[in-house]
Each structure stands twice: as C-alpha cells, then as structure tokens.
C-alpha cells in the first residue's frame, strides 16, 4: 500500500533533515570550509569589497582540510595561484584550475596558498583569497619575500563603488528572511551553510 500524500511528505522532510545532517557533519567536522563563510564565491559585492580578505585572516585552517568555492557553474572558476602570481593577479599559469561550481581544494602543504578566479577583473575586483595552512604541529611558516608582496597586494582593496553582479545571498539573509523565497536547492544550501556557519561559531568559542 502507498503511503499517504502527508505520509510522503513527512518522509522527505524527514530525508531533507537527514541529508542536511551528513552535508553538516561532512562540511563542518570533517575539515572542509566554504569560503566567505555564507557568501558564495563571485566578485565581493560593493558593500563589502573586503570579505574574502576579512575571511583568509579570520578562516583556520589545518593541513589536510579542504576548501570548498560554490558558484553557479559556467559562471566563474577558481585558480590557485603561486605568491608572485597572486601579486599581480597573474592567471596565466595557474597551478591548478577548477570550474565545475563545487571546487574543492586540499590544503596538503603548509605554507600560504593563494587563490583568484581567471574572469576579467574578477581578481582585481578583490575576489582573490590567501590563507595560512600551518605544518602538522600547528606552527606558520615564515613568509617568503613572494609572499609579503602578495599579501601586500591583496590587502589594496578594490575601489568601493562599481556596483557588481555578486550573488545575493548574504545580503538577502542580512537584510530580510522574509524576502522572495529562493528556490528549494538554494535554501538548503543557504541553511546548511548557516548551520556550518552556526557550528564554526560555537566551535570557536
Ligand atoms: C582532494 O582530496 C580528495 C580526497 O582525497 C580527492 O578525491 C580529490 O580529488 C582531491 N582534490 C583535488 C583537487 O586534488
Ligand atoms: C613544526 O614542523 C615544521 C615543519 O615540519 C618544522 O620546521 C618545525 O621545526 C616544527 N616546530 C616544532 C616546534 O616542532
């Protein structure tokens, strides 16, 4: 016998709370960061040009973990990119380049890691990250003289006008929950993210 349509329905709700359950647990504990924290990953939007700096200082990381860029695919990529590349938002030569809107990179050595999407302007429009992965017994490296110049340059901010066409995630939840419903997929990205989100701000305290 099937079950009944409020059965049916009590059953996805009940399989949705699952999924974003493992999707916690696989995203939060198991080492792997969405980067911006809930801003996905785009140029910075005009009113905040400096979130992905704000965030590689605020973000850590430890070797083995990963990070995760989220973007509508055919829409942006992500590029790692070497210190002197990063300096000069050099895309040409990247060391390696991701594009399929879920991209995740492993942090498997210590030292900075640099990172820039290859869309014109993207880079210097500030959607250009840096973190510090320290070495297994939880010491930085030293920066090198590539690396004070890239960090140099990442920390000139974009000018603070040009509106962009930045997702508008974080300012949808910021200003109004009640705002136009986003489809079914993009709130259960939005709510896993704010449970990561959640989850890293009570790890941290
Ligand atoms: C990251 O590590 C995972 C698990 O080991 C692996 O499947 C994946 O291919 C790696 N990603 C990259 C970009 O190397
Ligand atoms: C930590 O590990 C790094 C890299 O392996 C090494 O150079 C450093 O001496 C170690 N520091 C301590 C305090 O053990």
């Known amino acids: 016998m099937m079950p009944g349509p409020s059965a049916l329905a009590s059953q996805v709700t009940a399989a949705t709370a699952l999924l974003l359950v493992l999707l916690l647990i696989d995203g ?11 801003d996905a990953w785009a140029v910075p939007p005009a009113s905040r040009p400096d979130v992905y700096l704000r ?13 995760m860029f989220l973007y509508p695919p055919g829409h942006d990529d992500v590029v790692q990119v070497t210190a002197r590349a990063a300096a000069r938002c050099s895309v040409k030569a990247p060391l390696l380049r991701l ?28 959607q250009r990250l840096s973190l510090d992965v320290p070495a297994a017994n939880g010491t930085y490296l030293p920066p090198s003289a590539d690396d004070l110049a890239a960090l140099a340059s990442l920390a000139k901010l974009p000018p603070a006008a040009a509106p962009t066409k930045a997702l508008p995630t974080l300012a949808s939840l910021d200003d109004d929950e ?24 009570y790890k941290e305290t």
């Open 99 to 126: 594009a399929d809107g879920n991209s995740v990179f492993n942090l498997t050595a210590p030292g900075r890691v640099y990172y820039t999407s290859t869309l014109p302007g993207h880079c210097r429009k500030g």
């Open 28 to 38: 939060c504990v198991a080492g792997t960061q969405k980067v911006g924290g809930l």
């Open 55 to 67: 965030w590689g200082k605020s973000a850590h990381v430890r070797l083995g973990d990963s990070l």
């Open 178 to 201: 009640s705002g136009a419903a986003p489809p079914a997929a993009g709130a259960s990205v939005i709510a896993v993210a704010a449970l990561c989100f959640a989850l890293l701000v």
